[in-house]
Structures are given as structure tokens and as C-alpha cells.
């Protein structure tokens, strides 16, 4: 079955003896099985969920509209946090960490306890992320840090980053490249490779200043974010697929905050790339 490089999507439960996804119907996968929306060729027609008289299938509408409130929550939380943090410095750290370390215990209770259409959980998620994510935006930005670049910068990401979503959206949609089993398989490699080089260029600053040199500002540096850019923006092919398997499936209404999680949080890491990229060019 092909999979996802979002854990939030890849995995969703799975229905016992269907091989569906539970509450969500059978959802078929595979390259002869798997299919495209948006008026896209189709391999196979996935058997739809088996309905009862108050039953709701999810639609794009409801994909749309959920997405739209975890982000519009995300957004006002960071806006907060940025001019509480620059009006107190000494929030910041805490802001990171804290909401760093709790956005994490909840992607991981989402994912191990399947409760990724649980709206608590999503919204919960997006108010720490906004926490995290406007006090890093300072940091980033601000002198007393050893930021570079303003406020200018940070709209730069934002841009940026819908930017990238929207443009893989079109790609996407229009079918200009499709998500096979090998595509998935690439990029979930990738995705894996990234996050290992990451960890050891971690584990090597401990022992060497700039570590393996993947964050130091350097071309070596630069060439790391881009390449963890494009595996951030192929990773939105693989989120668009797995939305799109669930409403062929007719899965719950509810099932479209699951599908607003996993968005959010490819969205929030494609935009700490693309900003850190920025402060790159910024520094000097």
C-alpha cells in the first residue's frame, strides 16, 4: 500500500479485515489501485465507506475549511507570541522549548494513539506551534539573538512558504507529477536521510563548533536547506494523495481535522526552512 512521509497520514488506523481505514472505509492503495482526483486519470475506484442514515462523508469543503482553522488559530497564537517575546526577551527560550518539546508530545499522541481527527488535539497542537513558532520568528530576526533581517524577513517566509504549498497544489491537481509507489519511496528516503544528517550534525556540534557544517550559514549549509525544501515541498504530493484516498473512500467528516494536522505540520517545518535559509543570505 503506498504511504505517506507524514506520519499523521501514514498512520491513520486501519480497519480490521478490510484493510481500510477504521471509521474511514476501505481506501484502496497501490499503483493499480490508487487513483487521482481532480479529474486525473484513475488506476481503480476505491470502495466507499458504508454509510448510515446520519452519516457525513468528508469532502474538500471540509478538508478546506478545517485546514483553514487550525492554520488562522496557528497564526493569531504567533502573531501573540512574537510581540509578547519582544516586549519580554526573557520568554522567548521558554516559548521555544516549551512549545517545541508539547507540540511534539502531541504529534506523537496523535500518531500512536490514532486520534488525528480529534479537533482538541489539532487545535491544541496549532496554539503551542503558534507559540514555538512566533518567539523562533524573533529569535531569528532579532539582534539581541543574533538574528538578521526584520520583520521583512519573516513575511518573506510566510510568502514563501504558501508560496511552495500552492505551487505544489497546481502541480498537484494539474497532474504534472504523480504520486506512484516510487515517488512515495523516494521521498520518504529522502525524508529519512534529511532527518539523519540533521541528528548527526547535531550530535557533532556537541563535539565540534558547527558540527558537519549542514547549519552554519555556509554553502554547504545553504545547499542542505534546499535540499530539505524540496523534500519538505514533494512531501505536500504525498499529503494532497492521502486526503484524496480518504474522500474516494468517503471516510468521516471528522477525518478532515486529520488531514489539517498533517498540512500544518509539513506547512510549519517547510516555513522554519525556508526562514533559516533566509537568515543565510541575511547574514552578512
Do not use: C, H
Request: glycine letters at 14%.
Amino acid at each position: 500500500m503506498r504511504t505517506t512521509s507524514n506520519p499523521v497520514f501514514r498512520n491513520l488506523p486501519k480497519q480490521e479485515g478490510s484493510g481500510g481505514y477504521a471509521s474511514f472505509g476501505s481506501a484502496t492503495g497501490g499503483s493499480a489501485q490508487a487513483t487521482q482526483q481532480f479529474g486525473q486519470p484513475q488506476y481503480a475506484q476505491a470502495e466507499p465507506y458504508r454509510t448510515g442514515p446520519d452519516y457525513r462523508s468528508m469532502t474538500i469543503d471540509d478538508v478546506v475549511t478545517k485546514t483553514g482553522v487550525t492554520l488562522g488559530v496557528l497564526s493569531v497564537t504567533a502573531i501573540i507570541s512574537y510581540f509578547l517575546v519582544s516586549n519580554d526577551t526573557g520568554l522567548a527560550v521558554p516559548f521555544v522549548i516549551g512549545g517545541g518539546l508539547v507540540g511534539l508530545v502531541l504529534v506523537l499522541v496523535a500518531t500512536f494513539g490514532r486520534k488525528m481527527d480529534n479537533p482538541a488535539i489539532v487545535l491544541s497542537y496549532a496554539v503551542v506551534e503558534g507559540l514555538f513558532l512566533g518567539a523562533l520568528s524573533f529569535m531569528f530576526t532579532d539582534i539581541t539573538f543574533g538574528g538578521v533581517g526584520g520583520s521583512a524577513m519573516i513575511a518573506q517566509a510566510v510568502l514563501g512558504t504558501f508560496g511552495v504549498f500552492f505551487g505544489m497544489l497546481v502541480v498537484y491537481k494539474t497532474g504534472a507529477i504523480r504520486v506512484t509507489p516510487r515517488l512515495t519511496r523516494m521521498v520518504i528516503g529522502a525524508l529519512i536521510g534529511v532527518v539523519v544528517l540533521a541528528l548527526g550534525n547535531l550530535v557533532a556540534s556537541f563535539f565540534t563548533p558547527g558540527g558537519l557544517g549542514l547549519r552554519d550559514g555556509g554553502t554547504l549549509a545553504i545547499i542542505f536547506s534546499l535540499v530539505v525544501i524540496g523534500v519538505a515541498a514533494f512531501s505536500f504530493l504525498l499529503d494532497f494523495d492521502a486526503a484524496d484516498q480518504l474522500i474516494r473512500a468517503q471516510a468521516p467528516e471528522k477525518a478532515a481535522w486529520g488531514v489539517a494536522f498533517g498540512l500544518t505540520i509539513t506547512l510549519v517545518w517547510l516555513y522554519i526552512e525556508i526562514l533559516r535559509l533566509l537568515s543565510y543570505f541575511n547574514s552578512d
